[in-house]
């Protein structure tokens, strides 16, 4: 496993993956070029003997006290090894890097093993939006967590621990 920064060179890898992982609210070619070109954000490829396999991006706007997981994929073949765990923390550790405080992200209520993923490190759920994904309808749970050695204004010592 080979995680860098990506490149508008990986664009077509990135969306191949983009419209496998999510078919029917798959993100333009437009709106990932621009997120991959922003200054605002940074997207990472995992690469397996060359070939883009999954990619991962997060929103974390420099000196910000929050920051978006915007999106993490891999191809299905490339899924359960651990590759969206160390993208995950890769994220966590730029969005820190960044400053922030807290990171927060949407998953899809029908994936159960995203959400878990997201619990075992260490997210909770916050909120649900019905319906926030179309023309699917399935609600979005909408998950935060502190980021390391930043702790959360107003949080009592014992939540500044966890």
Do not use: C
Request: hydrophobic residues 40%; without cysteine; charged residues 25%.
């Amino acid at each position: 496993m080979t995680l860098r920064n990506a490149t508008v060179e990986d664009l077509d890898a990135i969306m191949a993956i983009e419209n496998r992982s999510f078919p029917s609210d798959a993100w333009s070619s437009e709106t990932m070029a621009a997120e991959l070109a922003s200054p605002h954000g940074r997207y990472l490829v995992d690469e397996h003997e060359g070939a883009v396999v999954g990619y991962g991006g997060v929103r974390a706007l420099q000196g910000s006290a929050d920051a978006d997981v915007q999106t993490i994929a891999l191809l299905a073949e490339y899924r359960g090894q651990g590759r969206g765990r160390t993208l995950l923390r890769a994220l966590l550790a730029a969005a820190s890097e960044r400053g922030a405080r807290e990171i927060f992200l949407e998953v899809r209520a029908d994936n159960p093993s995203a959400e878990g993923l997201y619990l075992a490190e260490g997210f909770e759920e916050i909120a649900r939006r019905p319906h926030y994904y179309q023309p699917d309808d399935v609600d979005a749970i909408v998950m935060r967590r502190e980021l390391p050695g930043h702790p959360v204004p107003g949080a009592t010592a014992e939540e500044a621990k966890s």
